[in-house]
């Protein structure tokens, strides 16, 4: 008999466009962040290798994420 059913909920029935455009900035301002659009080819390129693109990114150039 089935108890529970777990739903994820993220990009699919909820749209998080602006909690990811908020991260981004987070990381953007930054000192020694890079410029936008090397940020978002390395977090594509993570998101390819099955990683998590926001946090794995902000560690690869030594940022800071959002708690």
Do not use: H, V, W
Not at 1 to 13: A, E, P, V
Not at 37 to 62: C, V
């Amino acid at each position: 008999m089935i108890k529970y059913i777990f739903f994820d909920l993220g990009s699919t029935l909820i749209d998080e466009s602006e909690c990811i455009e908020y991260r981004i900035q987070n990381l953007l301002k930054q000192p020694n962040a890079p410029d936008r659009e090397s940020l978002e080819r390395k977090m594509i390129e993570l998101a390819s290798q099955n990683k998590l693109p926001y946090k794995d990114a902000a560690k690869e150039y030594g940022l800071e994420t959002i708690r």
